[in-house]
């Protein structure tokens, strides 16, 4: 095709249409500044709402992980369930969440981020309607690591989504709320769980989870795609189809990759950089041995204080507030820290991230002794509850900074990082409500909450470590030299988990 022709056709696109001709055989489609239709350049009300819709569904399936908890006293008696059977129904949700987006996070490359969110949407709220007519145990198991799957699929989008929106200066707020968005709702599901199964029963618990799956669904179908490289593939679609001419591309339509091995990749990368990268492994011990405690706590925060201080469900539910206090205390804090980091970036760089969280690592102990010793008949409930306050505003601080720290020291494998340390702190979800009651029952509530506590305070120099020798172990670190050796070999674009780099040297890092 000749230059003459090229431009002739593009005389003929519409003013908000924009292409570089790259030659006589191939119009590549791409933004232009202040491009409307590229998403970080979406008015801001519209960026907001989009971020409220996705932390939405983060905040929805963090409460029906929650709220299993709190209702199972009815459904043990409806459903005549033993103890291992409860805490699978409670596990296996956490494991979905943990090895699923490993499989499925490389569809939203595929189809992008939109229908892979209504997809999982619609199939989230079918596996509550199957727990919610379950005839006995098994189905409710099975409804819950269904619900896992699905649920993780597009939860797994949220953090992406933001990044799709949002440049990189402008993602604190955002990223503070998603987080804050699970910590809270992962209180909020106990509190409503223990007064609608107090008077309904735990089928009514599901019910209403099932509702505000619908409430999401619509709000989804009304959401626009937020992945760009999808979009100008629609762009580069529709001038095809228009003109009839096949020299229309976007540049993800090159050499694209199969989905095969976009999974392969999503699989693989995730599991080298946590048997591989000391940074990845120490986050994700401390933050799996943190998460497995929290799931303890839910499995067993209703029966200790129906022994200890003879609550019924609804009041043990009202116990779960410290889980939204703390989320509050800790979302200030994390804004606090992002000041911090702002000010101190020149000379620690990425380790800037992680003042607060040294303060943070010593309120997991002190929050859980006072917790331990204090959840005496002889002693008011507001006591221990004031150490689950202090305990969950340090879990709210650690998991939001594990994900900017990660973030910031993997750059465009960020999310292959945050991949394998969600996995492994998901497979201790897992596996610690398994021998809760086995070990509360053995240790009594105290020496088992003990044993937590001085299990915390054994891990409480991680991020001392980190803070003080981080930028060493980066530097001896096959990955970050991998990344540092790509920045310098080109400049590179604003931080995306979704971009793609190259090194021969990384098993598994030679694709997105």
Known sequence: MSGESVEGTLSKLSPASTVVCTGEKTVYIEFEDGDKRDPQ???????????????????MTAAYSSSFSISTPSLRRELDCTDLQ?????????????VVPLFTSSFSEEVGRRPVYIFSSIMFALTQVMVALAPNMNAVIAGRLLGGIFGSTGASLVGGTIADIWKPQQRGLPMSLFAFTSMLALGMGSIIGGIVESSLGWRWVVWIHIMFSAVFIMLVLLMSETRSSIILIQIARSQRQRTGSNIYKAKA???????????????????????????????????GFIWGVVYCLLEAITPMFQSVYGFNVRQCGYVYVTSCIGAVIGALANLYQDKLYRKHFPQKKQEARLYVVCVAALF???????????ASPKIHWIVPIIGLTVFTSGVMVIFQVTFLYLADCYNTYASSAQAGQSLFRNSMAFVFPLFTQQMFGTLTYTWALTLFG?????????????FFYGSRIRARSIASRAILAAEAATQPSELSSDLSSSSPSCPGLDKV
Do not use: D, H
């Open 41 to 59: 350049n979406y008015p801001v009300l519209k960026k907001w709402a989009i971020t409220l819709i996705a932390c939405y569904f983060t905040g």
């Open 86 to 98: 409860a805490a699978l129904g409670l596990g296996l949700y956490a494991f979905g969440f943990g």
């Open 253 to 287: 339509e090159i050499n694209k990759e199969s989905l095969w091995s976009l999974i392969k990749t999503a699989v693989t990368r995730p599991l080298y950089f946590l048997l591989t990268e000391p940074l990845v492994q120490s986050f994700s011990v401390w933050c």
């Open 364 to 374: 997991l102990p002190i929050g859980m002794f006072i917790f331990a010793w204090t």
């Open 454 to 466: 001085i299990l915390s305070v054994v891990m409480a120099p991680t991020p001392f470590v980190l």
